[in-house]
């Protein structure tokens, strides 16, 4: 039988732990907003090349949301497991 006080030390260990892991989620929102805007640089600077330079930022736009997903995935599995 586990006792009051490891159940309240575990479940606040888990609160925090799924806390510390959404931090994640400003790196991702910090990168997307990076990819964005190195997007309208270059497409000032090269108008030309406007279509090619959108999909690229697409990839990048998908690739800071999956570590962003991540991250959230990991807080989930620190809480919930």
Excluded: H
């Excluded at 964005?36 to 030309?48: C, I, K, Y």
């Amino acid at each position: 039988m586990k006792s009051l006080f490891f159940l309240t030390i575990t479940t606040s260990a888990k609160f925090i732990g799924a806390g510390l892991a959404t931090i994640g989620v400003v790196g991702a929102g910090a990168g997307i907003g990076i990819v964005f805007a190195g997007l309208l640089l270059s497409v000032s600077r090269n108008p030309m090349k406007e279509e090619r330079l959108f999909q690229l930022t697409l990839l990048g736009f998908a690739l800071c949301e999956a570590m962003g997903l991540l991250a959230i995935m990991m807080a989930f599995l620190i809480l919930y497991s």
